[in-house]
T-cell receptor, first 118, second 112 residues
Framework: KAGVTQTPRYLIKTRGQQVTLSCSPI?????VSWYQQTPGQGLQFLFE???????NKGNFPGRFSGRQFSNSRSEMNVSTLELGDSALYLC?????????????????FGQGTRLTVV | QQPVQSPQAVILREGEDAVINCSSS?????VHWYRQKHGEAPVFLMI?????EQKGHDKISASFNEKKQQSSLYLTASQLSYSGTYFC?????????????FGQGTTLQVKP
């Protein structure tokens, strides 16, 4: 069973540019979450998508956006890059839940995209 | 609000035991535990739900005190492969949010 695939693995961008990162979840998983990981701030939640709808958003500026397609693949976009956006961006997929009584399930992380802004 | 993990770091010899704690100021629906090795993705270890259900790793156990909003991860008879950074991720409210708030991590080093 293929795992979570993130592309590209590494990226170098210049301040002011924009970037799009991609995440293909495990087959059958409908929920995709995005996290930013930095040495200083740790793992921080960006947003989560389920069946093409954003269900939750973290405390990040509007420059960070995302979307999910009908095949559950997700993309996140960062516009007007700043030096502080340099980080490892991780996506995690899980089966998702259609209602409050369905048991929570574990999330599987991709290898991440290492973004460096210069 | 970010959960607080303790200790921040621990060094063990093979075969020794360790406990990692995770404490939140918010009422929790679930606690998830992950281990991340340097340069790799976090790997799922354990999930504990409000109400007592849990699912996870054969050789690692955990507890969840709902009243205190605390969880502990128990690593017994540690092996070299246990080295890495352990994160707890918490979900609040009624669950089903897909949103985990992670602690700052606990670095575990197991020496021969």
């Amino acid at each position: 069973k293929a795992g979570v695939t993130q592309t590209p693995r590494y990226l170098i961008k210049t301040r002011g540019q924009q970037v799009t990162l991609s995440c293909s979840p495990i087959s059958g998983h409908r929920s995709v979450s995005w996290y930013q990981q930095t040495p200083g701030q740790g793992l921080q939640f960006l947003f989560e998508y389920f069946s093409e709808t954003q269900r939750n958003k973290g405390n990040f500026p509007g420059r960070f956006s995302g979307r999910q397609f009908s095949n559950s693949r997700s993309e996140m976009n960062v516009s007007t890059l700043e030096l502080g956006d340099s980080a490892l961006y991780l996506c995690a997929s899980n089966k998702g839940r259609g209602g409050p009584r369905i048991m929570n399930t574990e999330a599987f992380f991709g290898q991440g995209t290492r973004l460096t802004v210069v | 609000q970010q959960p607080v993990q303790s200790p921040q770091a621990v060094i063990l010899r093979e075969g020794e035991d360790a406990v990692i704690n995770c404490s939140s100021s918010k009422a929790l629906y679930s606690v998830h535990w992950y281990r991340q090795k340097h340069g790799e993705a976090p790997v799922f270890l354990m999930i504990l739900l409000k109400g007592g259900e849990q699912k996870g790793h054969d050789k690692i156990s955990a507890s969840f005190n709902e009243k205190k909003q605390q969880s502990s991860l128990y690593l017994t008879a540690s092996q070299l492969s246990y080295s890495g950074t352990y994160f707890c991720g918490t979900e609040s409210g009624s669950g089903n949010t897909g949103k985990l708030i992670f602690g700052q991590g606990t670095t575990l080093q197991v020496k021969p």
